[in-house]
């Protein structure tokens, strides 16, 4: 089984972007969308500002949508039925955003909110996996022994971040792990795909990403 990063083509602030610059818009209202939070879904309903894409990349599959809270995704209808098939990471969220006009024609978008598992890893074998601590450019490796999530955090807390890294040489998971999902610190903050859902991307061209790379790391017990 094979898994690939999955990422936008354009950092934030250069693809497309939620503008919150019309004269209405309220900033400080409690249910804006850049109230999403992190760690959870959000317990209101969230409003959310026109959608405005720039020059060069109007008409995407994927953006890195600004102003807004949470993590994840603005994609396309298309790409929303695409992973309507798959299996995603929970707990997950859809939110239609306010439809978007472009030469008189309507599009419908969505921002696909995922929630990473905030310090816990019920699907990761440490005692399996293996694990070396390096210097702040990831050289020098020597091994060191995590047996559990608790002595993972404690090597994360403990670790000075701009002197050296905790790195995963070997991720063992229990379980096959959802199509679209993400394992929050030790693959940094970055979602991963399955290689199915990949070649699905692949068959309809999306468009809006960078090209996958494969995370060799992972192995299924």
Known sequence: MKYYYLDTSTKTGNTAILAGNQPHWDWESPVVA?????????????????????????MVDFFCPDTMGGRGFGI??????????????????????????????????YYLQLVPAYNSFPNVNFEKSEFVKTDFYKENPNTIEINSDEEFLNQ???????????????????NKPPDLFCIHRIFNH????????RDALLEIKATGLKDFVEEERIIIQ
Request: no cysteine.
């Open 156 to 174: 994360i807390n403990k670790t000075d971040d701009l002197k050296e890294r905790i790195i995963a040489s070997k991720i063992v998971l229990k």
């Open 76 to 109: 396309s209808e298309r790409i929303k039925k695409v992973l309507e098939d798959f299996d995603l990471m929970e707990p997950n969220r859809v939110y239609a955003l306010p439809p978007y006009t472009h030469k008189e024609l309507v599009y419908q978008y």
């Open 190 to 197: 970055d979602f991963l795909i399955s290689e199915k859902l």
């Open 34 to 58: 850049g109230n999403i939070k992190t760690y959870e879904l959000p317990d209101f309903e969230p409003i959310f500002s026109e959608l405005i894409f720039k020059r060069y990349y109007r």
